[in-house]
């Protein structure tokens, strides 16, 4: 069965340093795709990045970059210059085997950027 | 609209009562999903509409479930017959096609069952 794996249910870091959320994921498709997500506390879902199985280069979106290991399984997410408004819940998703539709979610890490 | 925007953004409801919630895609999405998010708990797909297509109903959790897209543009999510486990918040979003990669999402209704 497909599951996704977050295992920080929080995280703190210092304004402007880097901070990386961890992601693990189970599947037995060979092609599949993870994604980030950021839910700020307004409430809605803010795609951030995303990573095919596939692709060869690991993903980046300016400040995010995605670390993604194959062989391990894990696709962490890692924000640089970390700024206030980065504080949020972090969810890590990854594509259904079989439905482009839907995701499987991970539980999600909240993270709180300090002054 | 500039976003996906939802309606109402709080629903206070009594056990056994039925209740819709809204969703006003950005215009010119033709896809369109809704997602429930229970406290705690990682987003779960319910329903996904595409153009003129048959929509896909496969996340449904029971038949008190229903949703409905009128004129490709705005849906309806109704629950029949509430319960205390459909307290969740539910989540719309749309897409200009069907890539989620794309998919821009509403600020959600906070359902809340009583």
């Known amino acids: 069965a497909q599951k996704i794996t977050q295992t920080q249910p929080g995280m703190f870091v210092q304004e402007k340093e880097a901070v990386t959320l961890d992601c693990t994921y189970d599947?037995?498709?060979?092609?599949?795709?993870l994604f980030w997500y950021k839910q700020p506390s307004s409430g809605e879902m803010i795609f951030l990045i995303y990573?095919?199985?596939?692709d060869e280069q690991n993903a980046t979106e300016g400040r995010y970059s995605l670390n993604f290991q194959k062989a391990r399984k894990s696709a962490n997410l890692v924000i640089s210059a970390s700024q206030l408004g980065d504080s949020a819940m972090y969810f890590c998703?990854?594509?259904?085997?079989?439905?482009?539709?839907?995701?499987?979610w991970g539980l999600g890490t909240s993270l709180a950027v300090n002054p | 609209g500039a976003g996906v925007s939802q309606s109402p953004s709080n629903k206070v409801t009594e056990k056994g009562k039925d209740v819709e919630l809204r969703c006003d895609p950005i215009?010119?999405?033709?896809?369109l999903y809704w997602y429930r998010q229970s406290l705690g708990q990682g987003l779960e797909f319910l329903i996904y509409?595409?153009?003129?297509?048959?929509?896909?109903k496969s996340g449904l959790p029971s038949d008190r479930f229903s949703a409905e897209r009128t004129g490709g543009s705005v849906s309806t999510l109704t629950i029949q017959r509430t319960q205390q486990e459909d307290s969740a918040v539910y989540l719309c979003?749309?897409?200009?096609?069907?890539?989620?990669?794309?998919?821009?999402f509403g600020q959600g209704t906070r359902l809340t069952v009583v």
């Open positions: 979003a749309s897409s200009l096609v069907g890539q989620l990669t794309e998919a821009f």
């Open positions: 215009s010119g999405h033709t896809a």
């Open positions: 509409f595409q153009g003129n297509s048959a929509p896909d």
């Open positions: 990573q095919g199985s596939y």
């Open positions: 998703a990854m594509r259904a085997a079989g439905n482009n539709r839907k995701l499987i």
């Open positions: 599947t037995s498709d060979q092609s599949y795709g």
